[in-house]
């Protein structure tokens, strides 16, 4: 009987060895999938209204509205007027949306082609402030403006106004439209020159003789209009000036080949032979400018 303990002792020993010996399968943590969050902000929209959706790449630092033709919180069209920017749909930040920006605006009774609204996005100065220079845009022919995501083929068109303005036509079937803008025609957060004497030195190809090169710009008098502020002429290639000019003055410059006739075809070009952008007075007070070629209707009259 002993023996028979015995060994059912010594069996039972040998089974929990063995039982302890035994490899156990490592059990591998299971990592729940990260959720990945949209490239842009997707939305169904409102009914009723046009929901504009603006990834700025060069970020404001102030307060940016959509000027245009379109229906205010009144209901009243804001018809491109500036005077109350409060009328205006102002731009705010979408959480969790890095560089993206959303403005809601009224469509109007749709027009013969379709449209309801029309507009573009301008960055206020520090005080608040309105400044057409400060609209979106890259101030070249290549706008830098383009659509992003889901914006449905034609129920919104880009429109280049001015050679280097890119404004939006909304038609009446448009809802939500999502866009990409890579920088400002003139960036509000940078320095910007004071009101004060600027000096223009200019070189430049050669004009016609008897010919007229001029500095257009947003002046206090006739700002914009070309013949009113000539430039001085010191070789053939070189002109100077000295002007009051406003604070954050842009500009740009013009010839005419008789010294009399102004024609914005006789403007500056840039690099690839499109229309020059408006330049911004450098903050010295001293604009050092080189114009590489003239407008296509100067070289049909040279």
């Known amino acids: ?28 943590p299971v990592t729940p999938p990260t959720p990945t969050t949209p490239e842009y902000p997707e939305s169904e929209g409102t009914e009723g209204k046009i929901e504009i959706y603006v990834k700025f790449e060069t970020t404001p630092c102030n ?18 007027s500036s005077d109350d920017v409060s009328r205006l749909a102002h731009f705010t ?8 920006y959303k403005a809601v605006i009224g469509p109007k009774e749709a027009d013969e082609n379709g449209m309801v609204a029309m507009g573009k996005p301008v960055q206020l100065d520090a005080d608040g402030n309105f400044n057409w220079a400060f609209q979106w845009g890259t ?7 383009e659509f992003f995501g889901d914006t449905e083929d034609g129920t919104v068109t880009i429109e280049v106004e001015n ?23 003139s ?9 004060g004497e600027a000096t223009f030195n200019l070189t430049c190809p ?40 406003p604070a954050t003055f842009t500009y740009k410059y013009v010839q005419s080949p008789d010294g009399t006739t102004w024609d914005w075809g006789n403007n500056e070009l840039d690099e690839k032979g499109a229309d020059h952008g408006n330049r911004d007075l450098d903050p010295s007070m001293t604009a050092n400018d080189t114009v590489i070629a003239w407008g296509p209707k100067a070289a049909e009259e040279d």
């Open 1 to 28: 009987m002993k023996k028979l303990k015995y060994l059912l002792c010594a069996a039972a020993v040998v089974a929990t060895l063995f039982s302890c010996s035994e490899e156990k399968t490592p059990v591998i």
């Open 206 to 245: 050669a004009i016609a003789d008897g010919g007229a090169i001029d500095v257009v710009g947003n002046f206090e008098e006739n700002g914009w209009t070309p013949g009113t502020h000539v430039m001085t002429k010191n070789s053939e290639t070189s002109y100077t000036a000295k002007f009051t000019v």
């Open 93 to 100: 930040a979408v959480p969790k949306f890095e560089g993206w």
């Open 139 to 145: 101030n070249t022919a290549e706008t830098g403006v």
């Open 63 to 80: 307060d940016v509205v959509f000027i245009g033709s379109y229906l205010d919180a009144a209901g009243e069209d804001v018809a491109w």
């Open 187 to 195: 960036n509000p957060c940078e320095t910007k020159n004071a009101a």
């Open 163 to 185: 050679s280097v303005e890119p404004k939006l036509n909304f038609n009446k079937d448009c809802k939500v439209v999502y866009l990409a803008s890579q920088a400002w025609k």
